[in-house]
């Protein structure tokens, strides 16, 4: 099973909470002494050392102040970014709108040949209808709360989609058969989608697997919706936040946990007929 998703992200704060934690010790200091010095509850300090609050670079200036390393500021305050921007809540990633999210994606496409992608509930990105991205995003500014530009950014993801028909990249897409029957938009919208998939499955650059629901002695059970860039980049998709792997282990799992699934999809005209029965049972 591929690691915990956040697991990066928190092996990259809690070494700054280890290295901030070493400067307090190498100063001679309790962490009541060092909170004193800071002008915050001791409480505070603890939660940094444990990695429960991330450091703010106000916080780590105030630290390295405390502690006499100023030599110290400039590079502990990139390895707190780093560690922050490895997870990234999706409200916070969306406070400009979810047009805005969609096209922020641009660059990594556009350097990427090969994608990855496996969904466990909705159709990728990548093969998704206007109507069926505006369904699901217009769902998903409700559910955080947010302003609902829903439209506008599905259309900026269909604009961002088109990549797939660019020649020198591959796409290669698995799929659980629930996919197909979880229904977004009304049933003519869902029609279209499930239609779309039918071409979409037929281009040169994409492979389309679905994992039938009847698979038996599954060696690896559904996990979270995951893409994979190239070999350099996993983006796992949690309720709360997207988790940017770049460790190359960790990378390795889930290239790993993405070819032992393909092992039990179906392709070709086993996959479009599942397709088509998902099609057959909005009627």
């Known amino acids: 099973m591929p690691a915990s998703p956040s697991s990066s992200a928190q092996a990259a704060r809690e070494d700054v909470a280890r290295r901030l934690r070493g400067l307090r010790r190498a100063a001679g200091l309790s962490v009541t002494e060092l909170a004193t010095r800071c002008s915050w509850h001791h409480a505070k300090t603890s939660r940094i050392e444990n990695a429960r609050t991330p450091a703010s670079p106000t916080d780590i200036r105030l630290w390295c102040r405390a502690t006499g390393t100023e030599d110290q500021i400039d590079d502990l305050i990139a390895a707190s970014l780093h560690a922050e921007s490895m997870y990234t809540e999706w409200k916070r990633q969306a406070r400009d709108g979810l047009r805005k999210l969609q096209l922020s994606y641009r660059e990594l496409y556009e350097s990427t040949e090969t994608f990855r992608v496996y969904s466990t509930t909705l159709v990728p990105g990548f093969l998704q209808t206007e109507g069926y991205a505006r369904a699901l995003l217009s769902a998903n500014a409700r559910f955080l709360d947010l302003p609902d530009d829903g439209a506008d950014a599905a ?129």
Request: proline fraction near 4%; include cysteine.
């Open 155 to 283: 259309a900026a993801r269909i604009e961002r989609s088109q990549i797939i028909h660019r020649p020198g990249r591959r796409f290669v897409f698995l799929v659980e058969e629930a996919v197909l029957r979880y229904q977004l938009g009304d049933a003519e919208a869902m029609a279209a989608q499930l239609g779309h998939l039918l071409t979409a499955g037929a281009l040169p650059a994409v492979s389309l697997g679905i994992i039938p629901m009847a698979t038996r002695d599954r060696p690896l059970w559904a996990t979270e919706t995951f893409s994979v860039f190239d070999q350099s980049l996993a983006c796992v998709e949690l309720i709360s936040a997207q988790v940017n792997i770049t460790q190359p282990s960790e990378i390795s799992l889930y290239m790993a946990a993405f070819e032992q699934m393909r092992g039990m999809a179906v392709y070709g005209a086993d996959a479009r007929a599942l397709v088509v029965k998902a099609i057959e049972a909005l009627r």
